[in-house]
């Protein structure tokens, strides 16, 4: 599986974005997905996950409520959807994909996910 992250860019605070993440290969289904933000001199930084089905979710305290994740496995696709952006949610937004077995609410860490896409940007500006 390949994983291809795209929707950053830049936007004001109190807007709003939407990530897409593209994962090749046959069993996407499988995967536990999530989303992780990078600043310059700080540690990864969990954002969210989901579950295989879709109907599990769960998130950083400091974006719940104002972001969502979600998952076509038709499409291949893992959405973040991103509300009420503030200056501190600027970031590299990385998707990523843990096959280890671990249901999505214990893989609050970098750790836990085996495959990782390219980042994309978020600027949110004042």
């Known amino acids: 599986v390949q994983l291809q992250a795209s929707g950053g860019g830049l936007v004001q605070t109190g807007g709003s974005l939407r990530l897409s993440c593209a994962a090749s290969g046959r069993t996407f289904s499988a995967y536990v997905m999530g989303w992780f933000r990078h600043t310059p001199g700080k540690e990864h930084e969990f954002v969210a996950t989901?579950?295989?089905?879709?109907?599990?979710?769960d998130y950083a305290d400091s974006v719940k409520g104002r972001f969502t994740i979600s998952r076509d496995n038709a499409k291949n696709e893992v959405y973040l959807q991103m509300t009420s952006l503030k200056l501190e949610d600027t970031a590299v937004y990385y998707c990523?994909?843990?096959?280890?077995?671990?249901?999505?609410?214990?893989?609050?860490?970098?750790?836990?996910?085996?495959?990782w896409g390219r980042g994309t940007l978020v600027t949110v500006s004042s």
């Open positions: 989901i579950s295989q089905s879709g109907a599990g979710t």
């Open positions: 990523a994909a843990s096959y280890s077995g671990s249901p999505y609410y214990a893989l609050r860490r970098i750790g836990g996910f085996d495959l």
